[in-house]
């Protein structure tokens, strides 16, 4: 297998303090990688360096074999890299279709967007049902799908995903980790961060736990899952 994304010893800043301490870790074409930690171990800002709206003040991130570090965000996004971020950020005045179409500004094919068009609402029925309804007046868990949707809008090699199960009911977070699943399946990569370790590290092929800033634990999902630290730390119930 080889590596798809690199991220290699980045380091963040937020002013004086240092968020992220050094973070190395790699995903490989066709896995599913998951990030876990606590609230504040700094998944997100992970994320954001990424993809191009953070800068990390030493390291790399090679994608693709192309060192991207100081690539900007909206040039990323061309490259096949699609960010489904936190608290889902769809544009709520406008209409379900509408929000979906924005995720394929980076491209000119109209026979090839329409196709895609199809390729979502066969993922995510409920969008097709809901196609001129505004945005706003969804639920949470179908403005999740709306922002997977779009996402998925771009024809990415790889999607990255920010707590997708945030502030959803148990049933409707089983429903969005099968659609993970089943994204991937299709053929492309996934990096999620997730607070909810339990579902993201049973689907995961491999993950990597970060504590304060820094990587201190990694293998595969299932080992991960059986960890007794791992278990102790973020599996409690």
């Known amino acids: 297998m080889s590596a798809l994304l690199q991220v290699e010893n980045i380091e963040v800043y937020y002013g004086a303090i240092k968020a992220l301490k050094g973070v190395s870790f790699e995903v490989n074409k066709g ?81 090839e967007i329409e196709e895609s068009l199809e390729a979502v609402y066969k993922s995510f029925p409920r969008l097709k049902e809901r196609e001129k309804q505004i945005a706003g007046t969804l639920s949470g868990g179908e403005q999740q799908m709306l922002a997977m949707g779009r996402a998925l809008m771009s024809k990415p090699e790889i ?55 820094n990587v201190v634990l990694s293998g595969n999902g299932s080992d991960l899952l059986n960890d007794e630290s791992v278990k102790k730390a973020y599996l409690s119930e």
């Open 159 to 213: 999607i990255l995903m920010d707590e997708p199960s945030m502030g959803l009911s148990p049933l409707l977070v089983s429903e969005i980790f099968e659609i993970i699943k089943t994204i991937n399946e299709n053929g492309t990569t996934v990096l999620l961060v997730e607070q909810n370790a339990k579902k993201a590290l049973s689907i995961a092929d491999r993950a990597y736990v970060l504590e304060t800033g």
């Open 31 to 111: 896995e599913i990688v998951s990030l876990i930690g606590a609230n504040g171990a700094g998944k997100t800002t992970v994320l954001h360096t990424i993809t191009g709206l953070l800068h990390s003040k030493n390291g790399k991130i090679i994608y693709d074999g192309k060192d991207i570090t100081k690539t900007p965000a909206h040039k990323i996004v061309s490259m096949g890299m699609a960010h489904v971020p936190e608290r889902r950020r769809i544009f709520q005045q406008l209409t379900v279709l509408e929000n979906i179409k924005m995720g394929a500004y980076t491209r000119k094919d109209k026979k």
